[in-house]
């Protein structure tokens, strides 16, 4: 069973502007890697503009969030320009639709790996989700795209469980936001603090779905591999999911400018593999893996290399 990509020229078009880490060279950069022969095997789809999505963002987001998104897109196209909807979040002109085609790349995954027909998919998409609360834009996010990902799967798949499991430097504040008060969701995150959003302490549980691991400035793989298998797996294997979504930020890479972790490409895919064997446990190896941080370029681009080759020797 093949490995789906899904990803489209709009995520280029999103335009953050000069010295914004959460840059269009991010998407040109997994263009470049992805593009060797070594890839070939994958299948390849755009990232679409669905008819549902906006209903779809609807079951994670309140009718206002959306509109002051969509607010915000009709100020920049009548100015002619960029505008900031927070502090570091950026709505410029083709900004909207690369928003809209990120979760309609979730939706479409879903689609395609609930329905057996791929095995796994990996979005590379922007602008990232896990910080997107449900009713706050928030550190470069519009929308919560994991979340909506999992509702949909639960809502038009059958899926009962549902994880997101998360090992962006940053913790995802927005997804456990989302998640927090619902047994069936999991949300499992190892993220550096302190840091950015100031989120992810062990004693934030949910109504015991959520399962942080904290880690501190300077820790290595060896650290994030103790915290991941006994603070996430063991938890991710109780909960027993009928769909393991991945929040894949790359940001924990030793290089990166946003963080103080020390990861490499080994670390992304050991966790990358470990993920997998739950779901080949659980849930018939459906996983789907959205792109969230990674700001060092060329970390950025060996990193997803390392974590795309292992679900596309996951699935096959």
């Known amino acids: 069973m093949a490995t789906l990509l899904l990803t489209h020229p709009a ?21 470049k890697v992805l593009a060797h022969e070594s890839y ?35 100020l920049a196209k009548k ?14 002109l083709g900004t909207y639709e690369a928003a809209i085609r990120a979760v309609g790349a979730g939706l479409e995954a879903v689609d395609e790996v609930m329905s057996g027909r791929v095995a796994n998919a990996f979005c590379q998409v922007r602008p990232p989700g896990h910080h997107a609360e449900a009713d706050r ?24 469980r549902v994880a997101v499991v998360d090992f962006d430097v940053h913790h995802g504040n927005g ?17 550096q603090m302190p840091l950015f959003p100031g989120t992810g302490e062990l004693s934030e549980t949910g109504v015991g779905n959520i399962w942080n691991a904290p880690l501190r400035e300077g820790d290595t793989g060896e650290t994030f591999r103790d915290a991941f298998t006994n603070r996430i797996l063991g938890p991710l294997h109780n909960f027993g999911p009928d769909l393991i979504v991945i929040s894949a930020g790359f940001d924990a890479h030793k290089r990166d400018p946003l963080g103080g972790l020390r990861l490499v490409e080994a670390d992304f895919m050991w966790a990358t593999e470990r993920l997998g064997k739950v779901a080949e446990t659980h849930c018939k190896r459906r996983m789907v893996s959205m792109l969230e941080g990674g700001y060092d370029l060329d970390a950025l681009a060996t990193s997803v290399a390392v974590h795309v080759r292992t679900l596309m020797d996951i699935g096959s």
């Open 137 to 160: 834009i928030m550190g470069f996010c519009m929308f919560s795209n994991a979340a909506i990902a999992a509702h949909y799967a639960r809502a038009r798949h059958g899926a009962e």
């Open 175 to 191: 997804t456990q936001d989302i998640f927090w008060s619902d047994k069936d969701l999991f949300y499992g995150s190892t993220h």
């Open 79 to 92: 100015s002619g320009k960029s505008v900031y909807i927070d502090g570091e979040t950026v709505m410029s």
């Open 40 to 74: 070939n095997a994958l299948e390849r789809a755009e990232a679409p503009i669905r008819l549902d999505v906006e209903e779809e963002i609807r079951r994670v987001h309140p009718a206002d969030h959306l509109a002051k998104i969509k607010g915000a897109a009709e």
């Open 11 to 31: 995520f280029v078009e999103h335009d953050t502007g000069r010295g914004h880490p959460e840059r269009p060279d991010r998407m040109r950069a997994i263009d």
